[in-house]
């Protein structure tokens, strides 16, 4: 498998679940900088432009963290990364939804590209007041969701990785104070072997 990942973006979800997984995989590094992601050697491969990217074993490529995630869980049933049960599972899969669709897509992109949400750059620091609050009522919700356990489903999940990289860009990146139980959460992720690998491989100091 290939992974084609942006050091520090949202793909460094799906590289940690590659690296519990265990697996021999290559890591592609894409510079958005540079606006990489809209050459012809990745649209090629991916035309939506985006990471994370996985150029699977037969040569498919599968696009989308949550879609992602699901069939590195499912097709590597021994690394446990998806619940057993379907009340864990479907709580595995509405964190995850929730991170991406709304923590990412809404709120944190409100905050860094808020000229794609108004015509208007007078009223962009309006967008980017609503996109800090949208990001911080997820950490209150996924608080809630981490109250009296370890990680959201029970047990590590897909979910974990997810809430990982916007605990990242939160805690790391725009210095906040995040809410004690996902604080923990980020800290435990952090003991990850998985996740100190990761973030090596990417140039991230923990």
Known sequence: MKLYYTPGACSIGIHVLLEEIGKPYEAQKLNLQEQEQYKPEFTSINPKSKVPTLVRDDGSVLTEFPAIAYYLARSNPDARLWPD?????ARAMEAMDYVVATMHMQGFAR?????????????EEKVKA???EMFAKGFT?????LDGRDYLAGQYSIADAAL??????????MKM??????????????????????????????
């Open 85 to 89: 049960d379907v009340d864990s599972q």
């Open 177 to 206: 104070t995040l809410p004690p139980n996902c604080a923990a959460h980020f800290e435990r992720m952090l003991a990850r072997p998985a996740v100190q690998r990761t973030l090596q491989q990417e140039g991230l100091a923990a």
């Open 130 to 132: 609503k996109g800090q």
């Open 164 to 173: 990982f990289y916007v605990e990242w860009w939160g805690g790391k990146r």
């Open 111 to 123: 905050m860094v590209r808020p000229g794609n949400y108004t015509p208007n750059a007078a009223d």
């Open 141 to 145: 919700l996924m608080d809630k969701a």
